[in-house]
C-alpha cells in the first residue's frame, strides 16, 4: 500500500453504529431493571482499535438527532477518531441494538428499520472520500441496510480507486439482516469483487457459495488484489502479490467473540499501512482479534504499536497452537 503524505487519514469507516444496550449484571431483561449502554458497529469497531495504535482515523455515517446519536459521536470522538462528516438526520432515529447472554445462547434484537444510517447514499461516501483516506472501510452490514445504502457501496467500489484510495470491504454476512441467501449472495459477491481489499470467514464463504476451502473462496473472489479468508480459531489465509500464506491463530479461551472479526481487520489493516509483509499482517490481526476474544468489550485490551510488534516479532508468542474454542464471528 502506498504511502500518502499531507493531512488526509489513514483509514475512513463508512457503516451504521448503534447503540447497544445489554443487561447490568444479568443474562436477561427480565432479571433486571438495569442495562449497560455501548456503542456497536463494525466500521467504527475497526477505526477505534485503529486509532489507539496510532492510526489517522474518522469515520462517516448517519445519526439520528437524538441523545443515542450524540453519545455514539462523543464515545468515537474520544477514541480519537474524526467524526466531523458525520451527517445528522433530523428526520430519522439512531439504530438500537439490544443482546441479552443466557449461558451458550445470545439473543440478538435490532431496532434500526428506516435509521439515520440505513438513509445513507453516495453523498455520505463522497464525503468519506474527500477526507483523502489511503483506505476506505466497509462491510456488507451496511450493503443490507437499504437499497441506498447498497447503492453508495456499489459507487464506492469505483469511486475509491478513482481518487487514490483503497476500497477494504469485510463481507460481514449477517443472515437476520437479508430477505434471502441468494440476495446476499448476488449482491455480497458484486461488491467484493470490485474491492481491492476483501475480509471474509471461510463460514461466511460456506453459506453464502458453497466454499468449503479458502482456495475455493480464493476461486470465487478471484479479482481482488488481496483477500484474507478467516477460518475461526485454526487459521487465516492471505492472498496477495500472487502468494498463499496461512497463519495460525493463537489459542484462547473466549469471553465473547463479538468484536473479534472487526478486531482483525484493524490489526490487518495496521500492518499493511506500515508496509509490514501479509504473514506479519495476518499476525496483527490475530493478536488483536485474540484480545476482543478473551474480552467482554469489542476491542479488548488496548495495545501499544510498538507492544504489537515486539508480539509479532516474538517466536514465542507463535509456538505451537491448537484450537480454541469459539470463531472470529460478530454480530450487529
Not at 74 to 94: M, R
Request: proline share 4%.
Amino acid at each position: 500500500m502506498s504511502e500518502r503524505n499531507g493531512p488526509g487519514n489513514d483509514v475512513v469507516g463508512l457503516g451504521e453504529t448503534m447503540v447497544q444496550l445489554v443487561p447490568d449484571g444479568a443474562p436477561g431483561f427480565t432479571d433486571t431493571d438495569r442495562a449497560m449502554l455501548h456503542q456497536a458497529g463494525a466500521e467504527s469497531n475497526v477505526v477505534i482499535g485503529l486509532s489507539r495504535l496510532g492510526t489517522r482515523t474518522a469515520w462517516v455515517s448517519r445519526l439520528g438527532d437524538d441523545a443515542f446519536g450524540a453519545r455514539i459521536r462523543d464515545a468515537l470522538t474520544a477514541e480519537g477518531v474524526d467524526c466531523g462528516a458525520v451527517a445528522v438526520d433530523s428526520a430519522a432515529q439512531t439504530g438500537l441494538f439490544v443482546k441479552e447472554v443466557r449461558g451458550d445462547t445470545r439473543k440478538v434484537h435490532y431496532y434500526r428499520k428506516d435509521s439515520a444510517a440505513s438513509r445513507m447514499t453516495r453523498a455520505d461516501v463522497e464525503r468519506a472520500l474527500a477526507l483523502e483516506p489511503r483506505v476506505l472501510l466497509s462491510s456488507g452490514v451496511t450493503a443490507a441496510l437499504s437499497g441506498s445504502c447498497e447503492a453508495a457501496l456499489r459507487f464506492a467500489v469505483e469511486a475509491a480507486p478513482a481518487s487514490g484510495s483503497v476500497f477494504a470491504f469485510d463481507v460481514n454476512y449477517r443472515p437476520v439482516l437479508w430477505p434471502t441467501v441468494a440476495e446476499a449472495s448476488a449482491v455480497l459477491r458484486d461488491i467484493a469483487e470490485g474491492s481491492d481489499l476483501v475480509f471474509i470467514g471461510l463460514d461466511e464463504a460456506e453459506a453464502l457459495w458453497g466454499c468449503e476451502t479458502p482456495d475455493e473462496v480464493r476461486r470465487t473472489l478471484s479479482t481482488p488484489e488481496t483477500l484474507v479468508v478467516k477460518d475461526g480459531p485454526r487459521a487465516a489465509t492471505v492472498y496477495a502479490g500472487g502468494h498463499r500464506e496461512e497463519v495460525p491463530a493463537l489459542p484462547v479461551e473466549v469471553v465473547d467473540a463479538v468484536g473479534a472479526g472487526d478486531a482483525f481487520a484493524a490489526g490487518f489493516l495496521f500492518g499493511t499501512l506500515r508496509g509490514w509483509g501479509s504473514v506479519d499482517s495476518v499476525k496483527a490481526g490475530h493478536l488483536l482479534a485474540a484480545a476482543a476474544l478473551v474480552s467482554t468489550t469489542d476491542q479488548g485490551e488496548a495495545m501499544s504499536a510498538a507492544e504489537l510488534e515486539h508480539r509479532i516479532r516474538d517466536p514465542r508468542t507463535w509456538g505451537p497452537t491448537h484450537e480454541s474454542r469459539g470463531a472470529h464471528h460478530d454480530e450487529r
